[in-house]
C-alpha cells in the first residue's frame, strides 16, 4: 500500500466512558446510550484498526504484515521487528479510571514470562501483564481535563490528610511523618493499599465528611468526596491528596513514564503510547489489585508534574516532546492562507482530524483524499510527502526519529 488512506478503529466501551464525547466526534448516533470510553487506533492485536483498500476493510495487523517497509519504514521496521510501535487514542471520560502505574521494559518481560510460566492465561483477570512491552505514554487535553499524576511532597501529603484525618488514619500519617522519604512513602502507601476493608470504609467516609467543607477552596478535597461515593471502602478515595491533581487546558499535555503512578479523572484526551496493555492498578477500580507487584513496580519520588506545551516546528505542526522511543505526539494546525505540509517523510504516521474540513493530497499530486471532523488516515512510509489544504486541527502519532529523541 502506496497511498494515504482511511481508517476504521474500534471503540472500547469500558463503564467510567463518556455517552457523548466520541459519538460527537465521530458525527454518529449513540440511542442506546453507550460509555463509550476509547477509540483505539493501531494494531494491537486486541483490537485492531482497519484500513480501506479498494473498498474492502483490512485490518492493519494483516495489512502491516504483508509490506512492513512500505508501511513502517525501513528504519522503524527494523528497530520494531515489523510491528506498529504505538497504539493511539481518543480517551472520553465521564468518570474517573483506576489508579494504576505501568511497568519498564525489563519489568514488562520479566512479569509476562513469570505470569505465563504460572500458566495465567492472557483473558485471566488475575493477570498483570499481558504483553511483555513497556507503556510509556502521553495524554494530551481536547477540552478542561483532570488527572493525577506522581506523588506530592511529603510534608504536602501529610498536611492534607490531617485535615481529613478521623483518628483511624492518624497511625499512618505518624508513620510517614516519622520516615519522610521514599522508604516511608513506599511503607504508607502498602500499608494503606492492605488495610482491612471496614476499616478503611470508615476512613473514607469521615474523609469525605470533612473533605466537604473544604472543598470551595481546594478541588483536590472536592475529589474525595465525588470518589467516596462512587467507590467507599477503596483506598483510592485518598489519592487527590496523595497524587498531584493536574487540570489540562485543551492543547495541554502530560508524559506518563514507567513507574509513575497516576490516574484520568474526567475529560477528553488524545493518548498516544507505547503498544502495550500491561496495567497495574492501585485503586478505584473492582478489577484486580495486585499490592506486591504494585509496590514492586511504583515510583516512589515526590515531585511537581511537568504540564507540556505544543512546540511549533513548520507547515503548521506543533510536537509535544517526550523522551519516548516508540511514538512522537504532533498537533497539525490548517488555516485557509495556511497549508499543513510534510516532505522527506520515511516513518508511518497517523492521521487523525478533531475539527474542520478540507483535503489531503500526496506529494505528486495524484491523490486527494476528503477530510472532516471525526476521519483518520494512515499515512505509509511509502508516501514521502504530503499537504493538508481547508481548516482543521489534527492529531499526528508517529515514530521519532533517532536524532530528535532525549
Given at each position: 500500500m502506496r497511498t494515504i488512506t482511511r481508517m476504521q478503529n474500534p471503540i472500547m466501551e469500558y463503564a467510567w466512558g463518556s455517552r457523548s464525547a466520541i459519538p460527537d466526534l465521530l458525527g454518529m448516533p449513540n440511542p442506546e446510550q453507550k460509555p463509550m470510553a476509547e477509540m483505539w487506533m493501531g494494531a494491537h492485536p486486541k483490537a485492531p484498526s482497519a484500513v480501506l483498500m479498494e473498498g474492502k476493510w483490512i485490518s492493519l495487523e494483516e495489512v502491516i504484515r504483508s509490506s512492513p517497509e512500505t508501511i513502517l519504514g525501513k528504519d522503524t521496521a527494523r528497530r520494531f521487528e515489523n510491528q506498529l510501535p504505538f497504539l493511539f487514542k481518543v480517551l472520553a471520560a465521564e468518570n474517573p479510571l483506576s489508579i494504576q502505574v505501568h511497568p519498564d521494559l525489563e519489568q514488562a518481560r520479566e512479569g509476562f514470562k513469570k505470569e505465563t510460566q504460572l500458566g495465567i492465561s492472557l483473558g485471566s483477570p488475575e493477570r498483570n501483564y499481558r504483553d511483555g512491552n513497556h507503556k510509556p505514554e502521553i495524554i494530551c487535553a481536547l477540552d478542561p481535563f483532570d488527572a493525577l499524576k506522581g506523588f506530592r511532597k511529603i510534608d504536602e501529603i501529610i498536611a492534607l490528610l490531617k485535615k481529613v484525618s478521623s483518628g483511624l488514619l492518624d497511625g499512618l500519617i505518624d508513620l510517614l511523618a516519622r520516615e519522610p522519604d521514599e522508604q516511608g512513602l513506599m511503607?504508607?502507601?502498602?500499608?494503606?493499599?492492605?488495610?482491612?476493608?471496614?476499616?478503611?470504609?470508615?476512613?473514607?467516609?469521615?474523609?469525605?465528611?470533612?473533605?466537604?467543607?473544604?472543598?470551595?477552596?481546594?478541588?483536590?478535597?472536592?475529589?474525595?468526596?465525588?470518589?467516596?461515593?462512587?467507590?467507599?471502602?477503596?483506598?483510592?478515595?485518598?489519592?487527590?491528596?496523595?497524587?498531584?491533581?493536574?487540570?489540562?487546558?485543551?492543547?495541554?499535555?502530560?508524559?506518563?513514564?514507567?513507574?509513575?503512578?497516576?490516574?484520568?479523572?474526567?475529560?477528553?484526551?488524545?493518548?498516544?503510547?507505547?503498544?502495550?496493555?500491561?496495567?497495574?492498578?492501585?485503586?478505584?477500580?473492582?478489577?484486580?489489585?495486585?499490592?506486591?507487584?504494585?509496590?514492586?513496580?511504583?515510583?516512589?519520588?515526590?515531585?511537581?508534574?511537568?504540564v507540556l506545551q505544543a512546540v511549533g516546528v513548520s507547515g503548521g505542526r506543533e510536537v509535544y516532546t517526550a523522551p519516548a522511543e516508540e511514538f512522537l505526539l504532533s498537533r497539525i494546525l490548517v488555516q485557509e492562507e495556511k497549508t499543513g505540509e510534510m516532505s522527506s517523510r520515511d516513518g508511518v504516521e497517523i492521521l487523525l482530524c478533531t475539527e474542520g474540513k478540507g483535503e489531503i493530497t500526496d506529494g505528486t499530486g495524484a491523490q486527494r483524499v476528503q477530510y472532516r471532523k471525526g476521519m483518520s488516515f494512515l499515512v505509509p512510509a511509502a508516501v514521502k510527502e504530503y499537504k493538508i489544504s481547508g481548516r482543521g486541527t489534527f492529531f499526528s502519532a508517529s515514530v521519532p526519529p533517532i536524532t530528535t529523541r532525549k
Open positions: 511503607r504508607f502507601f502498602g500499608a494503606l493499599m492492605s488495610m482491612e476493608k471496614q476499616a478503611m470504609a470508615e476512613i473514607a467516609a469521615g474523609a469525605a465528611k470533612r473533605a466537604t467543607d473544604l472543598a470551595e477552596n481546594d478541588p483536590a478535597f472536592g475529589w474525595v468526596v465525588a470518589l467516596e461515593k462512587a467507590y467507599p471502602a477503596d483506598a483510592g478515595v485518598l489519592s487527590p491528596l496523595l497524587l498531584n491533581l493536574v487540570r489540562l487546558r485543551p492543547g495541554e499535555a502530560l508524559f506518563l513514564p514507567a513507574g509513575e503512578l497516576h490516574a484520568y479523572l474526567k475529560g477528553v484526551g488524545i493518548e498516544l503510547m507505547a503498544n502495550s496493555d500491561n496495567v497495574i492498578r492501585a485503586g478505584l477500580t473492582k478489577k484486580h489489585v495486585d499490592v506486591p507487584e504494585l509496590l514492586k513496580i511504583a515510583r516512589f519520588t515526590a515531585g511537581i508534574p511537568q
